[in-house]
């Protein structure tokens, strides 16, 4: 008796062991139709919602005959593990590897593992580049610009590294971030002046590796320098900046209490604005522009302070950021609004650019009766910059493709604006 207590003591302790450490590398195939998703482990947690035959979950963890499953938008619920099918995935060695690549198809999959069971993350566009730092049987993991995870190797190919050595890059601007890596959040290695030149080693995506001096290798954004491919002597002198001493203030719609719209899958405004207007200002500074953002952090404004900050700085450009949300889950596009007069050049110096962009519906320039528009003494237009209340321009808009598309084109949208 006690000899069959101590077996059942250690083959109960193996299962808790498998348990805990299998579910990482376990997948489930639902079993029947519209198996019912629990909030819980057990049959009387309610039901969130059901689930169609044949789909496949990740495994979060066990608790007896109850497995947690990773569902859509990064949410997990319970089913009963009779009506399901255990897929444990081959254990695969994952390789190292520093391999350029570009995406060889339209909205690629970024996922947070080497599987069609994991979390997508994010989404990559034709023509792309990055870098791919492992392998994993079909998987490969690729640090693209702005974003990195896991794609399928059959939607991408190898770039072949051009002989690039006569070919350099010319700042436009004065304090130029050389940065670490191909990100706009990524260190500050060095800062450049207006008119320094460097070698090109290669591109990546919207970056330029270069050589910083004998023994440093860094990052410039394309959109802050000139490309040329004659010798460094040959170079022609940097065109005249106009933004000198020109004041930006980026309103960062919503804030703390004040959430904003909620996209079908998720996503939050005021988060979503604050993503924008950082990005947007980093590439303004980069053109020289003196930038101020009535929030850069998580929290309240009334209409009236974000006014208040146009005037007080004498902004020569207020623009607002915003995305848009209706009862119409069709709705879609991009729309600039404007108020006063004075503010329709500036909207529509803007819509030329943004009109430009890809995979997004051009509402057009139109008059909005805004308390930041109506009140406001300096020039200043309000951008609803896609529909979170569209579940595929939701994913769109978030995606850091067209994050970097859209800051881009408001920004060359306001350099025209100065240069008027």
């Known amino acids: 008796m006690k000899k069959s207590l101590i077996m059942s003591w250690i083959i109960f302790c193996c299962l808790l062991l498998i348990a805990q450490t299998a579910t990482a590398a376990m997948n489930v195939r639902i079993a029947v139709d519209r198996l019912n998703v629990r909030t819980g482990p057990g049959f009387t947690f309610s039901v969130q919602e059901k689930v169609a035959k044949g789909k496949q979950y990740a495994v979060v963890q066990t608790r007896g005959e109850w497995l947690q499953i990773r569902l859509a938008a990064n949410r997990t619920g319970w089913v009963h593990g009779k009506y399901v099918e255990i897929q444990k995935e081959k254990t695969e060695t994952r390789k190292q590897l520093q391999q350029l690549v570009v995406c060889q198809a339209d909205g690629l999959r970024l996922r947070k593992g080497p599987g069609t069971t994991f979390t997508v993350i994010g989404y990559v566009n034709r023509n792309e580049k990055g870098t791919a730092t492992s392998i994993q049987g079909d998987w490969m993991y690729v640090r693209w610009e702005g974003k990195e995870g896991w794609v399928h ?7 072949e590294q051009h002989d690039e050595q006569n070919t350099y890059v010319q700042t436009l601007y004065d304090n130029t971030n050389i940065r670490s890596a191909a990100s706009t959040d990524s260190p500050i290695i060095a800062k450049a002046k207006r008119g320094d030149r460097f070698a090109v080693i290669r591109k990546e995506g919207q970056w330029y590796v270069i050589q910083v001096n004998s023994q440093t290798i860094g990052y410039v954004a394309e959109w802050v320098v000139q490309l040329n491919e004659q010798p460094m002597e040959q170079l022609p002198p940097s065109q005249p900046q106009t933004t000198l001493g020109k004041t930006v203030v980026i309103d960062v719609g919503h804030g703390g209490k004040d959430y904003g719209t909620t996209g079908v899958n998720g996503t939050i405004e005021k988060m979503l604005t604050l993503q924008t207007a950082l990005l947007l200002s980093e590439k303004l500074k980069q053109r020289g522009v003196n930038v101020i953002l009535t929030r850069a952090d998580d929290r309240f404004l009334s209409l009236s302070e974000r006014v208040q900050v146009a005037a007080r700085n004498k902004a020569d450009a207020f623009v607002s950021i915003h995305y848009d949300s209706a009862l119409n889950r069709t709705a879609n596009g991009l729309t600039i609004y404007y108020y006063k007069q004075m503010d329709r050049s500036l909207a529509h110096a803007l819509f030329e650019p943004l009109s430009r962009l890809t995979g997004i519906q051009q509402r057009g320039v139109r008059v909005g009766n805004y ?13 609803e910059l896609g529909y979170l ?32």
Do not use: D, M
């Not at 308390?371 to 951008?383: A, D, Q």
């Open 371 to 383: 308390h930041v528009l109506r009140e406001n003494s300096r020039p200043s237009v309000l951008l």
């Open 153 to 159: 190797r059959s939607y991408v190919a190898n770039v």
């Open 389 to 420: 209340s569209h579940p595929n321009e939701e994913l769109f808009v978030a995606s850091s493709t067209y994050q970097q598309a859209a800051t881009e084109a408001i920004c060359n949208g306001l350099l025209r604006y100065f240069e008027k």
